[in-house]
């Protein structure tokens, strides 16, 4: 660990500090190590009838790189190397209670990637490794639950998939740190996210980097229904590709002297911040309780503008303010005029970030339903000045529901 510990990003260790003493936590956990008590085991089991461990005999480059990982990263624990036939280009790794560490990586993946690509990928996973990320089982630790609901609560759930993040932001340093530079990493990254080799594209980090600016503006809503968890990016366990390789880059500007270590971290957590919903987590409570009140007259005058409010508005608007119901007032003109009294107070109190992301999710309430009718459109620009943000931000948001993978 030591020899790895300036890899770990601050948002990594301050928050698995945090989150080992919440109460909800050690209690999922410890019902997850009743739950899976053999589940290393029994992975194990399954990639050995259906993929193939790489020997050394049979695959020495995959091996070689394997060792110059674990030597840079100090981790001598026992590692068993696995390829699945699988056309998609990915990797991941698992561990058991008394077995071997297991790094897996797909057929497509050990034909395309070169040396240093690959030791990038097994450095990330060996990453987990070192770091025992393994430790907060994710998103199991968030999303369990019994008869008396989920064992932890809303906040700190939004806590464990941030927590999640960082991580795999570490695991990308270890990464780097085997594959000997930024370069070969960020390449391997454009390569996952795109599926594609270099013989068919040309890489361009920078061209790849600005789809990130354009996440600012344009969020994830969704025209089609999904899990109420799946409305909202700060319930995904990785980060956006273009959002990690800037994160590279900007450690690799570390290592070249250009900056420091809070400027590394302030560049990262600045980046990571585009997939929270940071302005219903306030740290005061009464910016926070403000917001989500904007957010649910909002809501609900969005959802009403046509006469009738769609069930998946509903769903909407229920992930985004994490409430198991949503109550539609019967007196939506006091909903209107509280909504107007709350956007003065809002614009003079709130930061802009989170103002315009009130916008975005009212804007994905509007789409939630796959069609967004002038009337409602009306509420969101008036939304849009009442918060002082350019109406540009509703644009993009509804390019993003109508075609999500441009």
Not at 12 to 37: I, N, P
Request: charged share 25%; hydrophobic share 45%; proline share 5%.
């Amino acid at each position: 660990m030591s020899a790895a510990a300036d890899l770990q990003s601050r948002r990594d260790r301050v928050l698995r500090e945090e989150l080992v003493t919440d109460w909800g936590v050690s209690h999922a956990l410890k019902k997850l190590d009743q739950l899976m008590s053999g589940y290393g085991l029994r992975t194990r089991r399954s990639l050995l009838t259906g993929a193939l461990r790489l020997t050394r005999g049979m695959a020495p480059e995959p091996h070689r790189s394997l060792a110059m990982c674990r030597e840079v990263l100090g981790w001598d624990r026992p590692v068993e190397l696995y390829v699945k036939p699988d056309p998609m280009v990915q990797a991941f790794c698992t561990r058991s209670v008394s077995g071997p560490f297991i790094v897996g990586i797909s057929s497509r993946m050990l034909e395309t990637f070169s040396d240093a690509e690959l030791r990038f990928v097994i450095g990330h996973e060996l990453g987990h490794a070192v770091f025992d990320h393994f430790a907060i089982p994710m998103p199991s630790t968030a999303t369990l639950e019994d008869v008396g609901g989920r064992f932890v609560s809303r906040p700190v759930q939004l806590k464990l998939y941030l927590w999640c993040r960082a991580a795999e932001i570490t695991a990308d340093r270890a990464g780097v740190a085997c594959a000997g530079g930024v370069e070969p990493a960020a390449h391997a990254l454009l390569k996952i996210a795109s599926g594609l080799g270099t013989n068919v594209i040309k890489p361009d980090l920078s061209a790849f980097m600005a789809q990130l600016d354009a996440l600012h503006a344009a969020p994830a809503a969704c025209a089609d229904e999904r899990d109420e968890e799946g409305v909202l990016d700060c319930f995904d366990t990785h980060p956006y590709s273009p959002l990690r390789v800037r994160a590279l880059l900007a450690f690799g500007r570390l290592q070249a002297g250009e900056i420091d270590a809070d400027e590394l971290e302030r560049i990262v957590e600045g980046d990571l911040a585009v997939m929270e919903p940071t302005y219903l987590e306030d740290k005061t409570e009464e910016t926070s309780a403000l917001m989500r009140r904007v957010l649910f007259c909002a809501g609900v005058c969005v959802a009403a503008a046509n006469g009738e409010i769609d069930p998946t508005e509903l769903r909407a608007l229920r992930a985004l303010l994490g409430a198991k119901n949503v109550d539609i007032p019967d007196d939506l003109t006091r909903i209107k005029q509280e909504l107007v009294d709350k956007l003065v107070e809002a614009r003079d109190k709130v930061p802009f970030a989170g103002r315009a992301q009130l916008v975005q999710h009212a804007t994905i309430v509007a789409a939630a339903d796959g069609l967004v009718e002038p009337r409602e459109l009306a509420v969101l620009f008036d939304l849009a000045e009442g918060l002082g943000v350019d109406p540009v931000v509703i644009d993009h948001t509804l390019a993003g529901a109508a075609a999500p993978m441009d």
